[in-house]
């Protein structure tokens, strides 16, 4: 790969992703030093991690590296995207108003909510019993 590239952060929930784009490249996506179609093997994972690509017609043409930690598969997918998008603004500051445009730009605050004490979730109460 060559030297240059371009880096992004993106997270959700608790899944961090670093991710690099190589320009020049021949659209190999890796993660965790794993092909990406091997790491998140549903269809639907990897049509949601190419999209921010694809919005701005660059199938192709970078090499994708990104090292992912913590949370579940859809809180990585959902870093991972964030990322690309991120690192693909920082190689083309005009890719902003389309990438914000399709929402990959805003981080999704949803976090899971703590227990509470007393309940059996965050909000789900015992069954109410009369006698």
């Known amino acids: 790969m060559a030297d ?3 880096e992004g952060i993106g997270r ?10 190589y ?3 021949t ?3 890796t993660v965790n030093d794993k092909p990406a179609v091997e790491y998140f093997p549903r269809e639907g994972d990897m049509i949601h991690l190419t999209q921010p690509l694809e919005v701005v017609d660059m199938s192709g043409k970078f ?4 090292k992912v930690k913590g949370g579940g598969v859809t809180g990585q997918t959902d870093a991972v995207t ?4 991120r690192a693909l603004v920082k190689y083309d500051e005009e890719l902003r108003s389309p990438m914000r445009k399709a929402g990959f730009l805003t981080r ?4 899971k909510e703590r227990k509470k004490p007393g309940l059996k979730r965050a909000r789900k109460a015992p069954t109410y019993t009369k006698r």
């Open 82 to 85: 964030m990322g690309l998008a």
């Open 63 to 66: 090499d994708v590296t990104a």
């Open 23 to 25: 320009p020049g490249g």
């Open 12 to 21: 959700r929930k608790s899944a961090t992703a670093r991710v690099r784009i």
């Open 108 to 111: 999704d605050a949803r976090e």
């Open 27 to 29: 659209g190999l996506i």
């Open 4 to 6: 240059q590239y371009f």
